[in-house]
């Protein structure tokens, strides 16, 4: 049996969750709520896609979206990453693959 996530990483942040289904199903509901009442003071409009993060833990089609999604933004980032070391010159922030792929194209 595949044992349930105890956090989220989201870039630089780990946020952690509960462990029951029930838990999470209803954190997750209860930040999507928040987030659209965001225009209050105390709470804000980043819950509703955090509440989202929480629920695709347990849903498969959620699951396939932020699973699309980061493979989108890490594109992005490596894009951007190749894109820079090809302006400044430092090629030291690159990876191996990335370096491999650039003397591939460059011949």
Do not use: Y
Request: proline share 6%; aromatic share 8%; charged share 20%.
């Amino acid at each position: 049996m595949i044992t349930p996530r105890t956090s989220l990483s989201l870039g630089q942040w780990t946020i952690a969750i509960p462990g029951t289904p029930k838990a999470r199903r209803a954190l997750g509901v209860v930040l999507i709520v928040s987030g659209i009442l965001g225009f209050l003071p105390v709470l804000g409009f980043w819950m509703a896609p955090l509440g989202l993060f929480v629920l695709s833990i347990d849903s498969p089609f959620l699951r396939r979206v932020r699973r699309k999604w980061q493979i989108f933004i890490e594109h992005k980032k490596r894009k951007d990453q190749i894109i820079m070391a090809c302006q400044t010159g430092d090629w030291s922030s690159l990876k191996n693959a990335d370096k491999k792929r650039l003397k591939k194209s460059s011949l």
